[in-house]
């Protein structure tokens, strides 16, 4: 059985960091694409983070919101994808979940039906 795992999260204080494993059974992660979402209360699951399968050569993307403060990397030998997250702000609270598809191309939130649980993040002012 496939199942993308996310852990990680916390409360922690603005301006401080955090980092979100997404762990994958079932499956080898070097080989899809792996999105970072993020659903806060009241709001539409976002996809804020994006990084493509090892055998594409574009780079990672991120939404504006994260741009310079969270980056995203793989650990192949442990079938890991992170989400390193800094400086984070209030805004950045929510409940954050990974999921995988072909390409980073057209992969939003809408695209994905096998969710895990996720991880919440909560930030502090």
């Known amino acids: 059985q496939v199942q993308l795992v996310e852990s990680g999260g916390g409360l922690v204080q603005s301006g401080g960091s955090l980092r979100l494993s997404c762990a994958a059974v079932?499956?080898?992660?070097?080989?899809?694409?792996i999105g970072w979402f993020r659903q806060a209360p009241g709001k539409e699951r976002e996809r804020i983070s994006c990084?493509?399968?090892?055998?594409?050569?574009?780079?990672?993307t991120y939404s504006d919101s994260v741009q310079g403060r969270f980056t995203i990397s793989r650990d192949s030998s442990l079938n890991t994808v992170y989400l390193q997250m800094d400086n984070l702000k209030p805004e950045d609270t929510a409940v954050y979940y990974c999921?995988?598809?072909?390409?980073?191309?057209?992969?939003?939130?809408?695209?994905?039906?096998?969710w895990g649980q996720g991880t919440q993040v909560t930030v502090s002012s």
């Open positions: 079932g499956i080898t992660l070097d080989y899809y694409a």
């Open positions: 990084i493509t399968s090892i055998s594409r050569r574009a780079g990672p």
């Open positions: 999921a995988r598809r072909q390409t980073c191309s057209g992969f939003n939130a809408l695209s994905v039906t096998d």
